[in-house]
């Protein structure tokens, strides 16, 4: 039997990590010591109350059963909770502002199934998220990429967009802070992308994962905070990275009530929602002490400080990390960014992500990650200032 990919898969493009990971594989099998800074995975475990919330809760038969499409009403209140003590975002309502996600990937994902028709065009920054541009496409979207350029901060410059195709756009995704440029928005830049949704009639799609992770004294807005952003607007949230939970899949959408409920329609029809035992293990999280929070901050914080001083003490231009786990190096004279990676790798043992993975705009750097312990970030540092460029 002839078994043939869809159009749209096989029109993905190359993956670009194809090559690391072969050379990783192999590296491994020599039994080199990797030091893995390529992955966005916390590696430090889940706070202990959240992980005793989850025991009490699998044990209770009522959350045995399919869950509720759009969420438990108690984990939906506390997120809805959560955006009024943390943003000042008051009074959304749970039941019509407020959905359950299966990690935020999943909605960020299903979003354009609800509101991409064939043809539309979306505006996706470059770099970013991969899912952002993955999933227009699938729909039969077009993408029209929007720079994030170094010397605007990585906000993307909506004045440049073309006045015909903002008239087309149909969506505008942001991601702050951002990944992989580890940049923040400002509630002005907000009000900004506000006033262009608002004269274009352009969805606002804001991907927050990263709010709780940041190096500033003050943490990041959400979008949603700025006036007119829940008439356009509709942001994803996860608990993954805020509490070490990237492997237990939760996160919320909240937002304006016409773009909640076309993206619960599209999980109604595909999913049964998220395990009612990890809803109520993610009540925890949201509605305890967030001292975690500020513990889990302060590791990054350590880690990210010798990182980055270690590797500008070696002469590297490396990018103010505001905030994410992530931070970008520029790429040595002469090297592309799957070419540093590469030399990263072979000669000093270090995983690192080629920024061009992350869409055009990201040539010209290297993404490392701090989900390491401090020494071997040390290490790393050190065996970086070995290689020979
Ligand atoms: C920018 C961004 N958004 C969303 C996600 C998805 O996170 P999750 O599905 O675990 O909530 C990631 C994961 O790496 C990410 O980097």
């Known amino acids: 039997m002839k078994i043939e990919l869809a159009q749209r898969i096989r029109a993905l493009p190359p993956y670009l990590f194809a090559d690391i990971d ?33 025991q009490q809760a699998t044990a209770e038969s009522k959350y045995h059963r399919y869950p509720s499409y759009e969420g438990m009403a108690s984990f939906r209140e506390a997120a809805a909770k959560f955006y009024a003590d943390r943003f000042g975002v008051m009074g959304l309502d749970p039941e019509r502002e407020v959905v359950a996600l299966i990690g935020s990937k999943e909605g960020i994902a299903h979003f354009p199934v609800a509101f991409v028709d064939p043809g539309d065009l979306v505006l996706v920054p470059d770099p970013g998220y991969p899912v952002y541009a993955t999933w227009t496409r699938f729909m039969g979207g077009e993408v029209h990429y929007v720079r994030l350029l170094r010397e605007n901060g990585f906000l993307p410059d909506l004045s440049s967009v073309p006045e015909e195709v903002a008239r087309r756009a149909k969506i505008l995704w942001i991601n702050y802070p951002n990944n992989p440029t580890a940049a923040l928005a400002t509630r002005a830049f907000y009000a900004q992308v506000v006033e262009f949704a608002l004269k274009y009639d352009i969805i606002v799609a804001s991907d927050l994962a990263y709010s709780e992770v940041y190096y500033d004294d003050v943490p990041p807005p959400s979008f949603l905070e700025v006036p007119g952003a829940r008439e356009c607007g509709i942001e994803f949230h996860s608990l993954s990275k805020t509490y070490n939970m ?5 996160g919320f959408a909240v937002g304006n009530a016409a773009l909640v409920a ?12 998220a395990f009612e035992a990890v809803q109520a293990a993610a009540v925890a999280a949201l509605t305890s002490s967030q001292a975690c929070v500020d513990e889990i901050r302060g590791v990054y914080r350590e880690r990210m400080d010798v990182l980055v001083s270690g590797l500008r003490g070696a002469g590297f231009d490396v990018l103010d990390p505001r905030a994410t786990f992530y931070c970008l190096i520029a790429n040595p004279q002469g090297y592309s960014s799957a070419e540093f990676a590469s030399k990263l790798l072979i000669e000093g043992g270090i995983v690192a992500t080629p920024a061009n993975g992350f869409g055009p705009g990201g040539e010209g750097y290297v993404r490392l990650t701090v989900c390491a312990e401090v020494e071997r970030i040390r290490e790393a540092v050190e065996r970086v200032r070995r290689v020979k460029l």
């Open 246 to 250: 990237t492997g237990w899949r939760v």
């Open 22 to 54: 072969r050379k990783k594989v192999e590296l491994r099998k020599q039994g080199k010591d990797l030091i893995d800074l390529g992955i966005g995975d916390p590696d430090r475990p889940t706070p202990p109350h959240i992980v005793a919330a989850m």
């Open 262 to 273: 076309g993206l619960g329609k599209v999980k109604t029809n595909t999913d049964s929602g």
